[in-house]
Nanobody, 122 residues
């Protein structure tokens, strides 16, 4: 299993970024792909997840209505469109995968990417 995150960067508050998670080595349709983030000095938290085989999604409350998770099953890629970014969204964002249905407990995910950093300036 391999997960590769792309798309981090530095933006101003209110701007947008799209992160990509390229997945390989497993049956995409049978897994849940999640985005987690970890800010400096803080615990890792779940942001959003999608189960591509059934299209189920969920979001952490603070990003609901600003972030959108989607998948391109033909490309084994999951996207996180982040709009109206805030300084508190600054963190390293990780893509993670687990078999079956999704949740926001990081300990339940046994496959992780290397992370991509997002900095939002005020």
């Amino acid at each position: 299993v391999q997960l590769v995150e792309l798309g981090g960067g530095l933006v101003q508050a209110g701007e947008s970024l799209r992160l990509s998670c390229l997945a390989s080595g497993f049956d995409f349709d049978d897994y849940t792909i999640a985005w987690f983030r970890q800010a400096s000095g803080k615990r890792r938290e779940g942001v959003a997840y999608i189960t591509p085989g059934v299209g189920a999604t969920d979001y952490e409350y603070s990003v609901r209505f600003r972030f959108t998770i989607s998948s391109d099953n033909a490309k084994n890629t999951v996207y996180l469109q982040m709009n109206s970014l805030k300084p508190e969204d600054t963190a390293t964002y990780y893509c993670a995968a687990k078999s079956g249905t999704g949740h926001f407990l990081s300990t339940g995910y046994n496959n992780w990417g290397q992370g991509t950093h997002v900095t939002v300036l005020s």
